[in-house]
């Protein structure tokens, strides 16, 4: 599945007060999920195996490391878990870092909200507005981006430009 998101994601200090702010909106709890993302070596943009109990999906996407809200081209593999698209993956490309979550995951229409404890990172919000069939387009999810930032008061110093994968390597 092809799929075009706009989003952003920011630190958040008090990432329970911006949760209940959302719950204001009535949004769709999906769950919380403790998730793990492996990521591969790849040539181009991040491949990551997510495992969790509400996710599972092998993740291509590309995206510009950009400290504001950013366009990823995504492309999605919804799968059952099974230990043997890991252990190729891992065989084929090896591992890169392993990014290990607890993610509450809410939906207001085709606006995804995540409030992320990253292990070894801290907490984060992660906003995402898709266009999962082309029916909505680019503007759209830019206008529901900057919305959602506005609407949770953050800054343009609080923005993340890298993946958390990132992060971790940096850190490392």
């Known amino acids: 599945m092809n799929i075009i998101n706009f989003e952003f994601k920011a630190r958040a200090n008090n990432i329970k007060q911006a949760e209940e702010k959302l719950l204001q909106l009535n949004p769709i709890f999906k769950g919380e999920d403790h998730q793990t993302d492996t990521y591969f070596n790849v040539e181009k943009g991040r491949l990551k195996l997510r495992e969790g109990n509400i996710e599972n999906a092998l993740i291509w996407y590309d995206r510009q490391n950009t400290a504001d809200a950013k366009q990823s081209n995504i492309i999605l ?37 995540h ?35 506005d609407f ?11 993946s958390y994968s990132d992060l971790l390597l940096d850190k490392n």
Do not use: M, W
């Open 77 to 113: 593999y919804q799968h059952q878990p099974s230990p043997s698209l890991k252990n190729i993956l891992i065989k084929v490309h090896g591992i890169k870092v392993v990014v290990d979550k607890t993610r509450k995951i809410y939906f207001i229409d085709n606006v995804k909200f």
């Open 115 to 149: 409030f992320d404890i990253i292990e070894g990172l801290g907490t984060f919000i992660e906003v995402e507005a898709i266009d999962s069939n082309g029916s909505i387009g680019i503007e759209k999810l830019k206008e529901q981006c900057s919305y959602y930032f």
């Open 152 to 162: 949770f008061e953050l800054h343009h110093a609080d923005y993340v430009n890298n």
